[in-house]
């Protein structure tokens, strides 16, 4: 008959793999503790921030009830209702900060691009798992349209940091799934061969982070302040930082989004270099257990998946982190569960609830 693998434990019955959430609450709780300094000690916005961690658990629990089949039978509806709200935030978004990124819905409002750094990566995965692998090149084609048409929608609004987590989380199942190197060598070059049109089509604030990453001198009081105060505030964190609370380039207002993009230098300027090392530790952990759900996992669709979104995460914290430290242009990636923000917390949570539903939904056949 076929059995649970996890049946014997509670954890196992509820679904949740309890290394996994032991590392997210660890990361939850050290993201709480740096953004009660970096706003300032204001409990309000930790409050706030912790009533999102809360639902987005739930919304995690809730995710991992279901089975990997139940989740690859729904990818193909969530993608295209991903591309349905991504049109309507053209025409009846709202604008902010000279983007058009948003919906509201009355009781709260929200970001639909989030939904398709799921969205991609699970249809994607659904339409490669069917075949045998790896896929062939008309199959690659497919799947590159189906990444392409979110990506333009999500670069209209504009978000380009978005726009690139989508297309990683969706070229990473390519990669995952064993495209070959030809084929892959070929979209690299088609990718630099249209890097001037790329060029000539951003808007010319994103243009400035661009030049501001090669050179942040030459405008030190305009485009490059961000980034000189960022590495400021890293530099000055030496060896063992200058302790919670005592940050001096977060407390007197030097470092701007410091509760957002650049919290990592708000950390990296109180708890220093050791301080950085645990994170660091922290992450790799995360990221080494998803690594484990994914090669146990028994089906092709939950093994894409689960690479997939272990390896998009991994790219979460090295864009956050370049970026922040000068060796990436500043492309407003939030660092993964210590940022302020409610959506992508939410969006990351799914993510992990379905790395939780693929491991434990596991099944053998006893005799």
Same mark, same amino acid.
Request: with cysteine; aromatic share 10%; hydrophobic share 55%.
């Given at each position: 008959?076929?059995?649970?693998?996890?049946?014997?434990?509670?954890?196992?019955?509820? %679904? +949740? *793999?309890?290394?996994?959430?032991?590392?997210?609450?660890?990361? &939850?709780?050290?993201?709480?503790?740096?953004?009660?300094?970096?706003?300032?000690?204001?409990?309000?916005?930790?409050?706030?921030?912790? $009533?999102?961690?809360?639902?987005?658990?739930?919304?995690?629990?809730?995710?991992?009830?279901? /089975?990997? *089949?139940?989740?690859?039978?729904? /990818?193909?509806?969530?993608?295209?209702?991903?591309?349905?709200?991504?049109?309507?935030?053209?025409?009846?978004?709202?604008?902010?900060?000279?983007?058009?990124?948003?919906? @509201?819905?009355?009781?709260?409002?929200?970001?639909?691009?989030?939904?398709?750094?799921?969205?991609?990566?699970?249809?994607?995965?659904?339409?490669?798992? @069917?075949?045998?692998?790896?896929?062939?090149?008309? #199959?690659?084609?497919?799947?590159?349209?189906?990444?392409?048409?979110?990506?333009?929608? +999500?670069?209209?609004?504009?978000?380009?940091?978005?726009?690139?987590?989508? =297309?990683?989380?969706?070229?990473?199942?390519?990669?995952?799934?064993?495209?070959?190197? #030809?084929?892959?060598? !070929?979209?690299?070059?088609?990718?630099?061969?249209?890097?001037?049109?790329?060029?000539? /089509?951003?808007? @010319?604030?994103?243009?400035?982070?661009?030049? =501001?990453?090669?050179?942040?001198?030459? @405008?030190?009081?305009?485009?490059?302040?961000?980034?000189?105060?960022?590495?400021?505030?890293?530099?000055?964190?030496?060896?063992?930082?200058?302790?919670?609370?005592?940050? !001096?380039?977060?407390?007197?207002?030097?470092?701007?989004?410091? $509760?957002?993009?650049?919290?990592?230098?708000?950390?990296?300027?109180?708890?220093?270099?050791?301080?950085?090392?645990?994170?660091? &530790?922290?992450?790799?952990?995360? +990221?080494? #257990?998803?690594?484990?759900?994914?090669?146990?996992?028994?089906?092709?669709?939950?093994?894409?998946?689960?690479?997939?979104?272990?390896? =998009?995460?991994?790219?979460?914290?090295?864009?956050?982190?370049?970026?922040? !430290?000068?060796?990436?242009?500043?492309?407003?990636?939030?660092?993964?569960?210590?940022?302020?923000?409610? =959506?992508?917390?939410?969006?990351?949570?799914?993510?992990?609830?379905?790395?939780?539903?693929? %491991?434990? %939904?596991?099944?053998?056949? /006893?005799?």
């Amino acid at each position: 008959m076929k059995m649970s693998l996890d049946d014997q434990s509670i954890t196992g019955r509820l %679904h +949740i *793999d309890l290394p996994l959430l032991t590392g997210l609450f660890v990361l &939850c709780g050290i993201g709480l503790m740096v953004l009660y300094s970096a706003s300032g000690q204001d409990n309000e916005v930790v409050i706030r921030q912790a $009533s999102r961690m809360v639902m987005a658990l739930l919304f995690m629990f809730v995710v991992a009830q279901f /089975s990997p *089949d139940q989740i690859a039978r729904w /990818s193909l509806w969530l993608y295209l209702f991903g591309l349905l709200l991504l049109v309507a935030v053209l025409v009846v978004g709202e604008i902010g900060k000279g983007a058009q990124r948003w919906l @509201d819905i009355g009781i709260f409002r929200f970001q639909p691009s989030e939904i398709m750094k799921l969205a991609v990566p699970m249809v994607i995965a659904w339409y490669l798992s @069917d075949k045998s692998l790896p896929p062939a090149t008309g #199959r690659v084609m497919v799947a590159c349209g189906l990444i392409i048409i979110p990506v333009l929608l +999500i670069a209209k609004q504009p978000d380009l940091g978005t726009s690139l987590l989508v =297309t990683a989380a969706g070229f990473s199942i390519l990669f995952i799934a064993g495209m070959r190197w #030809r084929l892959l060598l !070929t979209l690299a070059l088609m990718a630099a061969i249209s890097a001037p049109i790329i060029w000539y /089509s951003m808007h @010319d604030y994103q243009k400035q982070r661009v030049i =501001t990453f090669l050179d942040p001198g030459q @405008d030190p009081l305009g485009a490059g302040y961000h980034i000189i105060q960022s590495k400021i505030a890293i530099g000055s964190g030496g060896i063992y930082g200058k302790g919670w609370l005592n940050g !001096t380039q977060s407390h007197l207002e030097f470092l701007p989004e410091r $509760s957002t993009d650049f919290i990592f230098a708000v950390f990296c300027e109180e708890y220093g270099l050791m301080g950085v090392i645990l994170l660091m &530790c922290i992450y790799m952990f995360i +990221i080494i #257990r998803g690594v484990y759900i994914t090669v146990n996992a028994q089906q092709t669709y939950g093994r894409l998946l689960a690479g997939a979104l272990i390896l =998009t995460f991994f790219v979460y914290i090295l864009v956050n982190m370049g970026m922040v !430290t000068g060796q990436l242009p500043v492309v407003g990636v939030p660092l993964p569960l210590v940022s302020l923000g409610g =959506t992508s917390m939410v969006t990351l949570m799914v993510a992990f609830g379905i790395l939780m539903a693929i %491991h434990t %939904h596991r099944r053998f056949l /006893s005799f």
